[in-house]
């Protein structure tokens, strides 16, 4: 019976055929350990001179890291591992020899593995990441679907800028100049007028020359957009979702978070509500906790989101910044004109910012004005003030970075490691 190494709990003392990689091995005159990898898991095949015909054993000996195997044996308990079986292989055929694999079992430094992305993916840390954010991959669709979400691709290839045109890449459309999306917001707010409750999964792109352990070139973003939707009720679905993703990790990735070392009662933690501080607020805590010069009005960089992140075991939004340090499109809070209707998310541990959120301009002539101050006149935003112009409602919407999320819920340092392939200020390789 051929068959997969998740599925080998179905074949309990049974004899089944994997095909595999050799991932790692030990052995010594009378027991070879073999690391077996499939895609699927890690299971470890365990090989006595004793039991099989010499042959067996002196290839099970010669075997060199990662060659490509299919390895026949039987399935038995395995109480000492975490995933709980392992295989006593009987037979071995190699379907293709490896030689010198460059990643070995010692220790390599970040930019030797970087430049070895497409063979790092193999590794059990990285095999245990992909699984988690696939996981969250999978928990989104199944949440917005379940709260009645129609999910909208918006355009890649984009005419106008959507955060701010510091940050765009600008590429040839023809005889037009066109720009990588940055967010997909504008287009979503349409959809959500036609649709209204939406989301979008994808990549966007921002050239931000930023070195930092937050930022990738290149992420991938979900963004909701809710017509007749307030913030407050935006900030609900935000915890919702948040809460969800964490849940479904935790259920479906155990091996995976252990593998990673990753603290599942921090997880445990993350149930809604989540608490919510001003923008004035979390100044006033920020001196509190030595940043004297902080003055209103300043953004918040990674340290100071930190320091906030550190007084709570939840994700905490920061709500109501000042307008001059957010985006146009942000509603102004009816009580005060000199901050918005918005939210950012910030994760604990020090993960910083995964979700950016707020309500959005729908009077027309607010939103006119925004344009005159941004210098946003011209043809590519006129669509963009035709919401506000039939039939514009209230509405809210937000964008959770995948990268970021999935660094905190697996517990690992860098963003470069969430990404299959990431794009960094200095590497397109490979
Ligand atoms: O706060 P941002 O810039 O918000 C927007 O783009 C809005 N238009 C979203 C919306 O309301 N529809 O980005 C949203 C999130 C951030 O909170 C962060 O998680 C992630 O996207 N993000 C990045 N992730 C990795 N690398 C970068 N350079 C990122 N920039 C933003
Ligand atoms: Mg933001």
């Not at 043809?379 to 506000?388: G, M, P, S, V």
Request: glycine share 6%.
């Amino acid at each position: 019976m051929k068959t997969t190494i998740n599925q080998v709990s179905k074949y309990l003392d049974q004899e089944v055929t994997i095909g595999a990689w050799l991932a790692n091995k030990r052995s010594s005159g009378k027991i070879a350990f073999l690391q077996l990898r499939d895609g699927t898991g890690f299971i470890q095949g365990v090989i006595a001179k004793a039991d099989v015909p010499e042959e067996i054993f002196t290839t099970a000996k010669s075997l060199t890291q990662e060659s490509s195997l299919y390895v026949t044996g039987t399935i038995v308990k395995d109480t000492r591992s975490p995933f709980g079986y392992e295989m006593q292989v009987k037979k071995i055929e190699v379907i293709h020899e490896a030689k010198d694999y460059p990643i070995t079992p010692k220790e390599h430094g970040t930019e030797f593995l970087m430049d070895h992305r497409h063979l790092w993916l193999r590794s059990k840390k990285q095999h245990a990441i992909m699984k988690i954010r696939n996981q969250i991959i999978q928990a989104t669709y199944q949440f917005f679907a379940k709260e009645g979400f129609m999910k909208i691709d918006p355009p890649i290839l984009t005419g106008s800028a959507a955060e701010g045109t510091t940050e765009l890449f600008h590429t040839q459309y023809f005889e037009e100049e066109a720009y990588l999306s940055q967010s997909g917001q504008l287009y979503m707010e349409a959809a959500a007028m036609a649709l209204g409750k939406v989301f979008s999964f994808g990549p966007t792109f921002r050239a931000e020359k930023s070195k930092t352990r937050r930022h990738l070139i290149e992420f991938w973003m979900i963004e909701p957009e809710m017509a007749f939707t307030t913030h407050e009720e935006s900030l609900e679905v935000q915890e919702q979702y948040v809460q969800y993703i964490v849940e479904s990790v935790l259920q479906n990735c155990q091996l995976e978070l252990n593998t990673l070392g990753r603290s599942v009662e921090k997880l445990e933690k993350i149930k809604a509500p989540f608490p919510r501080i001003t923008y004035d607020k979390a100044i006033e805590l920020l001196r509190e906790k030595g940043f004297n010069d902080i003055k209103w009005g300043e953004d918040f960089g990674a340290p100071h989101e930190t320091a906030i992140a550190e007084s709570f075991e939840k994700p905490v939004f920061i709500t109501h910044y000042p307008k001059d340090i957010k985006a146009f499109y942000m509603k102004p809070d009816p009580e005060r004109d000199d901050v918005v209707l918005c939210a950012d998310l910030i994760a604990p541990e020090g993960y910083g910012e995964i979700i950016g959120g707020s309500a959005r301009i729908d009077d027309l002539s607010l939103m006119e004005q925004r344009y005159i101050e941004h210098n946003l006149a011209g043809d590519a935003y006129k669509w963009y003030l035709e919401l506000r112009k039939y039939g514009s409602v209230p509405h809210a919407g937000f964008g959770l970075g995948l990268e970021r999320t999935v660094a905190w819920i697996c517990g690992v340092e860098h963003v470069r490691e969430t990404i299959p392939f990431p794009r960094l200020l200095n590497r397109l390789y490979p």
